[in-house]
């Protein structure tokens, strides 16, 4: 079953959703926790954080693809 575009878009958006719902769910002291943790970082951190997970996903997508 080929998937359009749009429709593969909404899946991976749907499972991002999914993924990102569990860590509240099943572990909320947990997930409270590290939150605050994330909290006090500088913002240079957090930037290179999220440079560094969109470098890893782009290079994993590019991998998958291959």
């Known amino acids: ?3 359009s575009g749009w429709e593969l878009l909404g899946l991976v958006f749907a499972g991002v959703l999914v993924v990102e719902s569990l860590p509240p ?5 947990r997930w409270r926790h590290t939150l ?5 970082l ?3 951190q957090v ?6 997970a969109l470098l890893l ?3 994993l997508s590019t991998w998958a693809l291959a």
């Open 57 to 59: 996903g782009a290079a």
């Open 42 to 44: 500088s913002d240079g």
């Open 36 to 40: 605050s943790e994330v909290l006090r």
């Open 25 to 29: 769910l099943l572990g909320t002291a």
């Open 47 to 52: 930037r290179f954080f999220a440079l560094l």
């Open 1 to 3: 079953m080929a998937l």
